[in-house]
């Protein structure tokens, strides 16, 4: 599935399908979560945040492209990730764009 984000392929006359989208909430177990609090004082990289977080973006694409292939769709355009705090040390990610299917 291709995937871009800007309105229009190159190439390709584009028939819009409608909106797509895929989310998951994440968070990382307590134990690390206290070690991440600890590394707060110090200062530094979180890792095993940008861990939960590269996850959660991998499975939101996933599902969108779940709901762009259950269209027929043969691509997404205008791909967009978001990301909110749903409860301490959780996060909601979600992908969206537009499923299309080629003319």
């Known amino acids: ?19 797509v989208k895929g989310s998951t ?3 990382v177990n307590a134990f690390r979560d206290i070690g991440a609090g600890l590394k707060t004082l110090v200062g530094g ?3 095993k945040y940008n861990e939960m977080m ?11 492209m ?6 027929g769709a ?4 205008c791909v967009r990730y978001a990301s909110s705090s749903v409860m301490q040390n959780a996060a909601e990610v979600m992908a969206y ?6 003319k």
């Open 1 to 19: 599935m291709l995937m871009v984000t800007t309105e229009t392929i190159n190439g390709k006359d584009l028939e819009m399908l409608g909106v």
């Open 25 to 27: 909430i994440q968070t």
């Open 45 to 47: 990289e979180l890792k």
């Open 54 to 64: 590269d996850h959660a973006r991998q499975l939101a694409t996933e599902r969108m």
């Open 66 to 71: 779940e709901e762009a292939n259950a269209l």
């Open 74 to 77: 043969d691509a997404i355009v």
């Open 97 to 102: 764009g537009t499923a299309v299917k080629f």
